[in-house]
Nanobody, 118 residues
Framework: QVQLVEAGGGLVQAGGSLRLSCSIR????????MGWYRQVPGKERELVAE???????KYGDFVKGRFTISRGNYQNMAVLEMNSLEPEDTAVYYC????????????WGPGSQVTVSS
């Protein structure tokens, strides 16, 4: 069974940095998209960043150049480097693996709390 293993969440001070990683366990995938989404209680889950296996990246409008997403470990890992964090970035961050073409699918990680203190 596909499992997304998340790591790197925690508490940071405003202006600080944090690195989130997501690793695919159980099987190999190709031609897919990996990304990070975040959610605050009572609000919709929103895109933070995503990157295709081909290297195409997309970021949420709020990122404003502060974050960088990359693929590694033979396309089976996604790393999100977050800089200049603000209290507004506080949320549960979820890793996602999906594909929208042949044999589409979508998998989610369990979620990792990121708290930015002021």
């Amino acid at each position: 069974q596909v499992q997304l293993v998340e790591a790197g969440g925690g508490l940071v001070q405003a202006g600080g940095s944090l690195r989130l990683s997501c690793s695919i366990r159980g099987t190999r995938f190709s031609g897919n998209v990996m990304g990070w989404y975040r959610q605050v209680p009572g609000k919709e889950r929103e895109l933070v960043a995503e990157v295709t296996s081909g290297g195409t990246r997309k970021y949420g409008d709020f990122v404003k150049g502060r974050f960088t997403i990359s693929r590694g470990n033979y396309q089976n890992m996604a790393v999100l480097e977050m800089n200049s964090l603000e209290p507004e970035d506080t949320a549960v961050y979820y890793c996602r693996l999906h594909r929208t073409v042949t044999s589409p699918y979508s998998y989610w990680g369990p979620g990792s709390q990121v708290t930015v203190s002021s």
